[in-house]
């Protein structure tokens, strides 16, 4: 049938309001907890200032590329990962619920911190730890378990927020794609870049920040030639841009049609990168201070994650001036960075039920936000909360994104050959017009890179073990964990559709994809007519 004869069923999808609104959410996804506290210390562990060379590389030839890729799959078969990847080739709808999976899992543990890191917004008020911040963390704060396993001893001063930090996500998501989601990025992320701002310009007053970003930025140019400085620089990228686990296809599926995905993710791309220097700027001016105080080098003050944040940090409050106001700006930062990306990552879930169930917007987030509210508190607001989250984080992002987004990348190329076609439609409304390096770089530099990561994560983790957990704890949990992720997908990936997703059946839904393009095509020209 000819798309000059076949009216294409116009979608009930939620669009954004326009490109600008979709820019604000996919930047609050993409900066979250990882760019303040993950990417100053990588790049100082890789060579400091040398290490930008490799990660802009990694930015150009993987991350942006990778987030292009997203957006064409998303924005082309308009529908959540599951539904889009059926849409663009049945046998691949596994890999969809696989991102959801991913997504489910991260969601229970990233909404922890954040209500850790809204208790520290107060406590930074009072300088509640007093003179020993590691202490006040893992004995009065999450009163950390001596025993090995699970408890279910629970820690009130973490249950509370964690139940307030869900209900504010399942509201905001509950409002839908423009009064929620939207909405509160509008409001959440200029908030947090003006918080992080001053954040920053504070530290820089800070005595010895110079030294700190002496040591930040000092090029150490012998480490361009080590291969693992170019793996950390992919692996930064890969983790900061929110691609390969659903996000961004969820995200661009909300995308009115006429839209300019390059343009916009490079606005995305270069927006992340920009905030993830400026946090290295701020971290390390603080971490100098620190330094200065202590009269030891800032390598022996320097880390990253969960110590940095919660005990580095803690300690500098302590001795700055205006060190509260510091203590607010920044775990404030952390809140707000954290609220913007858990919504994101809770968005995959619920746009996937919405689709296979074909339930509504708010059935759908009380149908996938309450249980997971229940396990996050269950398995996190606990004595061995910190524990499960230390394995969970560190399986799910080595053995889940990676894992996922390499064999995304590897299907796509080879087993469905859908980048020509994917380029053709990222090039339909661009300012940017992608040619075949594009698809060299998705399918050759890309899956290289990942391919490499992974060997080397594999490897080292078989052999070395990780931590100094139980064996049936990583196993179960770790191993275990991401193996489940796998099963799981492909489970999903056989239960029926709604009779309302019924397209998702259909043989021939590229022609609708087609017809619908053409329809669109036709009312712009009768518009510049009139």
């Not at 890789?46 to 930008?52: L, P, R």
């Not at 908030?191 to 007053?205: A, N, P, T």
């Amino acid at each position: 049938m000819s798309t000059q004869t076949r009216r294409a069923p116009r979608t009930t999808r939620e669009t954004w309001s326009g490109r600008k609104v979709f820019i604000l959410a996919a930047i609050g996804s993409a900066v979250g907890l990882g760019n303040i506290w993950r990417f100053p210390y990588v790049a100082y562990e890789n060579g400091g200032g040398a290490f930008i060379f490799p990660y802009l590389v990694a930015l150009l030839t993987a991350g942006i590329p990778l987030l292009f890729l997203d957006y064409a799959v998303g924005h082309k078969y308009r529908g959540s990962a599951p539904l889009a990847f059926r849409r663009l080739n049945r046998k691949a709808e596994g890999l969809g619920w696989w991102q959801v999976g991913i997504c489910f899992v991260i969601g229970l543990y990233y909404a922890v911190i954040i209500a850790w890191a809204a208790m520290y917004t107060f406590f930074s008020i009072t300088k509640a730890w007093g003179d020993d911040p590691e202490t006040f963390l893992f004995g009065e704060f999450l009163k950390v378990s001596d025993s090995e396993g699970l408890t279910f001893e629970f820690v009130p001063q973490v249950l509370i927020p964690l139940v307030l930090v869900w209900l504010v996500v399942l509201v905001i998501l509950a409002l839908g794609v423009q009064k929620g989601v939207g909405r509160a990025n509008v409001i959440f992320l200029p908030l947090l870049m003006v918080m992080f701002l001053v954040l920053v310009i504070q530290s820089l007053f800070l005595n010895g920040a110079a030294e700190g970003l002496n040591a930040l930025f000092t090029p150490d140019w012998s480490k361009l030639g080590d291969p693992a400085i170019w793996a950390a620089a992919y692996g930064q990228i890969f983790f900061s841009l929110s691609v390969g686990f659903g996000i961004m296809v969820t995200y661009s599926s909300y995308l009115k049609r006429k839209t300019d995905l390059p343009g916009s993710g490079f606005v995305v791309g270069f927006s992340n990168s920009g905030f993830e220097i400026l946090a290295g700027i701020g971290v390390f001016a603080a971490l100098g201070f620190m330094a200065a105080q202590a009269g030891t080098p800032v390598g022996e003050v320097a880390s990253s994650g969960i110590g940095l944040a919660f005990v580095g940090f803690p300690t500098i409050i302590s001795q700055a001036p205006l060190g509260a106001l510091l203590g607010v700006l920044f775990f404030g930062s952390l809140v707000f960075a954290g609220i913007t990306s858990l919504i994101s990552i809770i968005e995959v879930i619920i746009a996937a039920i919405q689709d296979k169930l074909g339930v509504s917007r708010v059935k759908a987030t009380l149908g996938v936000g309450v249980p997971m509210a229940v396990l996050s508190v269950l398995l996190f607001s606990t004595t061995s909360g910190l524990s499960l989250l230390d394995v969970a984080d560190n399986f799910v992002n080595q053995f889940g994104i990676l894992l996922v987004a390499f064999v995304t990348i590897i299907a796509l190329t080879t087993a469905f050959n859908a980048l020509p076609k994917l380029r053709r439609h990222l090039n339909r409304h661009a300012s940017v017009k992608l040619g075949v390096w594009w698809q060299v770089v998705v399918g050759g530099v890309s899956a290289v890179a990942l391919g490499y990561i992974l060997i080397g994560t594999v490897t080292s983790t078989l052999k070395d073990g990780y931590g100094d957990y139980p064996a049936w704890f990583i196993g179960v949990f770790g191993w275990g964990m991401a193996g489940a992720l796998i099963v799981v997908s492909l489970i999903l990936s056989m239960i029926p559709w709604s009779s309302k997703s019924a397209d998702a059946e259909s043989a021939d839904i590229e022609e609708v994809i087609e017809a619908e393009e053409a329809q669109d095509a036709a009312e712009s020209t009768e518009e510049v007519k009139a």
